[in-house]
């Protein structure tokens, strides 16, 4: 591959180069803090979204893209000044694809949170290299904080480092253990083509509803296999939100939908299902303004829907597409995937809805 | 560079590779149709946005980011169904930085008109190596359509060509010629980090206010240096937008603002001059989600103001920075460069203040 098309950051934060590193700071492996968003700890690598056990079970397809850290973040308290990261990604992976940056697809986004004003971004370190060190805060005091750092959305971590100054106190907290939400879906949900990890629609939502969240994105492979859907419906969410239409396409909608719903209410009885119509911008919308004719893949999930509902299924919610990313098609890179743009306006019609749900 | 640092596009719009190409399509250069956004025809290149005479007046950094094609964008009406483009870059440029995508930093934008609903994306085209071929539109019908083409935001345009099917008609539509809006600034005025060319705050503001602009943003230095303001005060905008501050800080502008602005009235009498603060989330902003202490650029700049003002200028403007890009400090990949999220809240706030300049 030739110089032109490698990734540069001609103007953002400088990233320390492989080989070199801060003196005197002492590094704590993440590992050893806990991140919040996995939902099994049975796991081949540790930031990996599905235990090892299913890579037997599940399309190569799902299984390449669960080891990609979407979803997770780990949460300490320090009082220190400087807060520094390092962390090593597949060296056989893409740091970025065309239409999403590094900064997205490798790395990390770190949040402060406020007393009144809830967790607010506070930087993000761009990865040039599969290795990587940056210094992601250099604040003007030493005050006691809670911080929330964001992991890749679409590389797999190898290892994660963070550290302080010698000086400072840096304490872990451990990840919540209320019932998360639980995204079962596709690239969209995975977070492409957030700019950052804390953009994907998922992790904005994360920071209006006080519960931690488990996201199930596999980009191009939200598709309701049986076997997955076994592997999800282990997990005891306050709610499953299925946004996996994308991927499917009316026909696999119309085999897979009725019987996953089913399976995961048999697994699940209590728990609420939330059923989102695709939010892509289909080509009739980008020339009209109107979704005439409806996307069949979005006309199929309401068919599933109504037919459930018709045989009495309760508590199974349902949100239509065209209110998610905004009529003007402005809110994706290439008509499907979300920019910031388009994942904030994903999070301000779904957050609603979920609190409806949930209260 | 390691593949692993290469950018891209998993799931992305496929390019054609570099050597193939479609049959049976006859190419038109782009420069045959003409360009809108260019404020002088004496230019090196075609896509340049300063004259050649400018290189010896100008610093470097300024002539470096002046071969971009920031702000620049082509008009064709044609009954096709498929729109193809082919376009080359500067072979030593990247085609993607670490913080911001190919498809902004290298890519073509697309975007149709509708008769009530104006302009509308299309599609973005995304590159992954110097020379490119893509499909942009594959429409179900053939009808007249007029379309706007964005151009890159970092890059070098060295050549671009558009085709059609062969039986359909292509009629290219001549720059418009009414007064532009001109934009003079840094990095955020250039467009980083949009994910997509349209998405630019000048360009979107181009959909909303029915005139052309001419974007002179400038990477890293925009400093109000004398020689750089003798050649935007040879054209001839309706209205001249200044936004600067990020690139000069205070001393700089106290030493150089109130005399750029004198330099623009002295040239042009009747033309309004906007003055525009430094959108950057601070770190103050951040923390404590107010920006306390203010900002000492934006203070220089309300100071440069104010001593205008005072001196009996007309006709020239000012907007606070806080309201451009949020509260919230989501709308920025870095804290500082906009994403679509940020870009599209620039374009809530920029567009009125210029409607009522220019009503």
């Not at 590992?31 to 968003?37: F, K, R, T, Y």
């Not at 872990?172 to 209320?178: C, D, L, Q, S």
């Not at 459930?308 to 008509?335: N, Q, R």
Request: aromatic share 6%; with cysteine; net charge negative.
């Amino acid at each position: 591959m030739s110089t032109a098309a490698s990734t540069s950051s001609a103007f953002s934060r400088p990233t320390r180069s492989e080989g070199t590193t801060m003196p005197d700071l002492n590094w704590i492996d993440v590992e050893s803090i806990g991140v919040e968003g996995k939902g099994w700890t049975d796991t081949d690598s540790f930031y990996d979204r599905f235990p090892a056990r299913a890579q037997p079970l599940i399309p190569p397809g799902v299984w390449e893209h669960a080891n990609h850290s979407a979803g997770l973040c780990a949460h300490f308290q320090t009082n220190a000044s400087q807060i520094h990261a390092r962390w090593s990604l597949d060296p056989d992976r893409p740091l970025a694809m065309g239409h999403m940056p590094a900064t997205g697809v490798s790395g990390l986004d770190l949040y402060v949170h406020h007393p009144t004003l809830g967790y607010r971004f506070l930087a993000c370190a761009t990865p040039d290299q599969p290795n990587n060190e940056s210094q992601l805060a250099n604040l003007p005091d030493a005050v006691p904080r809670t911080y929330r750092l964001y992991l890749p959305l679409y590389n797999q971590l190898q290892k994660l480092e963070i550290a302080v100054e010698p000086q400072a106190d840096l304490q872990p907290i451990a990840p919540r253990t209320e019932k998360p939400i639980l995204y079962y879906g596709t690239s969209i949900t995975q977070g492409g083509c957030a700019a950052r990890p804390g953009m994907a629609f998922p992790s904005i939502i994360g920071r209006r509803i006080d519960r931690p969240h488990i996201n199930l994105g596999f980009s191009g492979n939200g598709r309701c296999e049986p076997e997955v859907i076994d592997l999800i419906a282990e997990l005891d969410p306050c709610i499953f939100v299925i946004d996996t239409v994308a991927n499917m396409g009316a026909e696999l909608v119309d085999q897979r939908m009725t019987n996953s719903v089913r399976q995961l209410r048999a697994a699940r009885p209590d728990t609420p299902i939330l059923l989102i119509e695709s939010p892509a911008y289909d080509l009739p919308l980008r020339l009209t303004g109107q979704q005439i004719p409806r996307p069949t893949g979005n006309v199929a999930l309401q068919n599933a829907y109504d037919s459930l509902i018709a045989d009495g299924l309760t508590d199974l919610h349902y949100l239509p597409g065209p209110s998610l990313l905004g009529p003007d098609c402005e809110g994706a890179v290439d008509g499907t995937h979300p920019t910031d743009l388009g994942f904030m306006r994903m999070a301000d019609a779904i957050t609603p809805a979920l609190q409806q749900i949930l209260k």
